[in-house]
């Protein structure tokens, strides 16, 4: 769950702009006090909602604040003698993305001071304020934020010399005329604690170094946190690589074992077919049948022709090989049976008898046997002994 927590921020966001001299001698000035938008602080990046900055608690917190030269405090009623110059109307309003006010200073070395900065571009406007800062990450138009700002609080508006933002030239304090874009960042310049001009140059000066070093940290900050993010980048490319290639691998392994698998299990088929024609080859060839090198049409034909010497099969396919065959050995399969069945009935065989004139009677097997030669004989005239079954 995303933690929120209480913060200070500065942000150069505003802009001064058209003034008016009023009747006491003090300026008006129209000012944009900040916008909405993503707000760089460094190495953490923060979302400034229009919800959060144009809610009426907001809006309402900006007026009356005080003006400051520099953020040298957060304003309270103990410390507002010391370091106010002005304050900022209550005509606190939204234009667009941007909250605007007015802002008057009434501080005569604060006005000499902003009149001397037009020769040096101007002077920049930064808004001091309190948040609730909620941790979490996003995008906003195309910007990567870490945090989003709620519950805004203002507490006064800080000039300061041009480039004392650490983001680079934030706007400035002119007369009118062009504007660069709005930058955002953050710092704090102590301004002097009294009114003497050559020790507000002196400390406005070290402000620009202090400010100049701050930038020069945030840069390479920013720097390392992009090279940081470009980095995980490529882990994570890689591990996501990485993975893709595991997932390949352990496909590539079942598809493998698939491919084992069938091949195993063909060879166990092949080895069977071929043990179960040899079986049924044996027996018309005889158990003592060398098959060594001969191929299942060549035992199958040597089968066929052995129990049909006139077989011819050249041009035949293998199909009509295997369907002769299997013909062929239904039938020996038969002839085997009934030869099987006479010997059941006949054994054991008992002595002949002589038969008439002398000559030795026949068994029911030489009968059976003398029948079966008939009917092969019939056959292979073309016709059938009386009598004799037809086989299919």
């Known amino acids: ?74 304003v309270e009623p103990s410390n507002w003698s010391d370091v106010a110059v002005g304050h900022v109307g209550d005509d606190v309003h939204r234009d667009g993305e941007f909250l605007v006010a007015s802002l008057v200073v009434k501080d005569a070395d604060a006005l000499a001071w902003i009149a001397e900065q037009k020769e040096d571009g101007g002077v920049e406007l930064s808004m001091g304020y309190t948040v609730d800062l909620l941790e979490e990450e996003g995008e906003h138009d195309g910007e990567h934020y870490d945090a989003v700002q709620t519950n805004i609080v203002g507490n006064h508006a ?42 507000l140059r002196k400390d406005l000066d070290t402000a620009r170094a202090d400010a100049d070093a701050i930038r020069k940290e945030r840069d390479d900050a920013r720097k390392e946190r992009d090279a940081a993010r470009a980095d995980a980048d490529k882990e994570k490319a890689r591990a996501d690589r990485a993975e893709g290639e595991r997932d390949a691998a352990k496909a590539d392994t079942v598809k493998e074992k698939e491919r084992a698998d069938k091949a195993e299990k063909s060879v166990d088929e092949k080895v069977t077919a071929r043990l179960e024609l040899l079986d049924s080859a044996r027996l018309v060839l005889g158990a003592d049948y060398d098959a060594k090198g001969k191929t299942d049409r ?9 129990l049909d010497p006139d077989a011819k099969f050249d041009g035949k396919s293998d199909d009509h090989v295997m369907g002769r065959f299997d013909a062929a050995i239904s039938s020996a399969k038969k002839d085997r049976g009934a030869l099987a069945g006479v010997q059941a009935v006949t054994a054991p065989v008992p002595t002949p008898v002589a038969g008439a004139g002398g000559a030795p009677a026949k068994s029911r097997l030489d009968e059976a046997l003398e029948q079966q030669a008939k009917e092969r004989e019939e056959q292979s005239k073309g016709g059938v002994p009386k009598g004799a079954m037809t086989r299919k």
Request: no cysteine; glycine share 10%.
């Open 298 to 306: 060549d035992i199958r034909i040597a089968a066929i022709t052995k």
């Open 158 to 199: 800080a000039l300061g010399p041009t480039d004392w933002g650490r983001a680079g030239r934030a706007v400035r304090l002119l007369d009118g005329g062009a504007y660069p874009p709005n930058n955002m960042a953050t710092a704090r310049i102590d301004a002097p604690s009294n009114s003497n001009e050559d020790a």
């Open 1 to 74: 769950m995303a933690q929120t927590a209480r913060t200070q921020r500065f942000d150069f966001t505003g802009r001064l702009d058209a003034k008016t001299v009023l009747g006491d001698g003090s300026v008006r000035y129209t000012a944009r006090l900040t916008r909405t938008g993503v707000f760089d602080y460094g190495d953490h990046r923060e979302l400034r909602t229009a919800d959060e900055v144009f809610k009426k608690q907001a809006v309402d917190s900006f007026k009356g604040v005080a003006v400051t030269i520099g953020h040298r405090a957060f």
